[in-house]
């Protein structure tokens, strides 16, 4: 084949497959977004990926694990789909064959979505259907030609029975539709570029039409409650007034973001319900008015994910408003022998949390404020777990929308399916935030800074450490509570030469954070924390 043909038919491969996926969007806004082939097969890979290879995603992108993802499967997509160009003949369809290929696995990931009905089947196979007309129309099998062996596509009465397979060529100016020939270079042209910009556009519009508008105009809307008891305030010294240490509280905008969610849910207040069930003596259903006549509490706690290396930065500290899960649990009336709290968010994803450290009296809450806003979108709106001294994987659901009371013998959740810890209370963990890592800096005094955390024990001591020196006691900013982090400093008399400096943390219970260098799979990370500097 010549290049020029070749080329011609990889891109009536690409525009094909493109036009697909684009009615596919289009689809998919009228079905649900989590119905979008695309969204579909990466969720479908998320959850499957083996444990190596999610591993390798997150050490190599860490956070960026998802576009990475994405652009992953674009990449794979533009790849076959030029392939399937290529391949596609006239009586033997072997890119219609990939589409179909690719339409069998569209709906096969769709309809695994927790959120799934017999319609999320139909994104895909509409995708299916116009990307293997569209191929066959661009590579001008659609019109003409009769189609020996095949199934009839298109509008019968417009195919012409009188023409015969031909062997393809640029048949450049043969200008009519019923050819028996391949389309001109024009028509493919006008046709190829016609098709493209409709689906550009209809996948474009498709996505902005799902329900995105609705969610932003709801979280708008949201009035949050008065605490009825508001958080503690904030001591004068709690935050250090050093540069470079990571401020005491986080932005909503810096706050870290982990969750396996593709796309981030749209879940409306008016949508959002708590199904509470299992192992309970009355099974209730709250919504969001029902939240609205309970009693609000605020709360500064910080949320810390098992995922950090030693010195990681997936650690935040924000002011939470929400309700006491006790509360809640208290009118379901949990059985004696339940100790798990199952809960599942509006795209699948569970949790399973400890009954008994909900119940100990620890500030456990089911959230709807972050920081004096709503939830944002991506940090789970409209509704949150938030317990303290758990890490995110056991105990922060986002978008919750289920609770299971039930047994840690009976349910599974999803990283404890994959291997990580079951229960998982949070390891006591210090980090240094300045200087950075291999700067430089003169003989003399050098302010060495950074951040501490036994969430729900309390950090009693941090310990600096300059080469294979002697410990020395870092200066530590006063404790807000023993749920939040605490900022440390200490002023180091640098002499000349390349320095290692440690530091390890003491909890409140007196343990001092182990030396020993352990992976965060599966339990947490431990080992001292350390940087390099050079003083000259
Ligand atoms: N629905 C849902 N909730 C989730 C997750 C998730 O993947 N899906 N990840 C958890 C993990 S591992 C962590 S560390 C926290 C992170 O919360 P953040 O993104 O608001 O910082 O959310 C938890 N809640
Ligand atoms: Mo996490």
Sequence with gaps: MRTAAMARNGLAGLIAVGAGLAAGEVTAAAVSSYASPFYAVGSFLVDRAPAPVREFAIDTFGTNDKPVLLWGIAVAVVVLSIVAGIAERRTVPIGSALIVAFGAFGVLAALHRPTSDFWYAAPSLIAAVVGILVLRGLRGFLWSGSMRGGRTRGPAGRRDPDTTEKPQSDADGAATTKTDRDLSRRQFGIAAGVIAAVSVAGAFIGRQVSTMGDVVADRKRVRLPRPSRPAAPIPAGTEVDIEGITPFMTNNADFYRIDTALQVPKLTTGE???????????????????????????????????????????AGTARWIGYPMTKILERAGVQGDADMLFSTSVDGWTSGTPLADITDGRDSMLVIGMNGEPLPLEHGYPVRQVVPGLYGYVSACKWVVDWEITRFDKAEAYWTKRNWGVKGPIKTASRIDRPEGLSRHPVGDVVIAGTAWAQHRGISK?????????????TLAPEYNNDTWRQWFWTWPATAGQHTVYCRATDETGQVQPEERVAPIPDGATGWHNRVFRIE
């Design 462 to 474: 941090v310990e600096v450490r300059v080469d294979k020196g002697p410990w020395n006691t870092a």
């Design 272 to 314: 959002w319900q708590l199904r509470i069930h299992g192992m309970v003596d009355n099974e209730l259903t709250l919504d969001w008015d029902d939240l609205m006549d309970m009693q609000a509490e605020e709360r500064i706690i910080t949320l810390t994910c098992v995922s950090n290396e030693v010195g990681g930065n997936l």
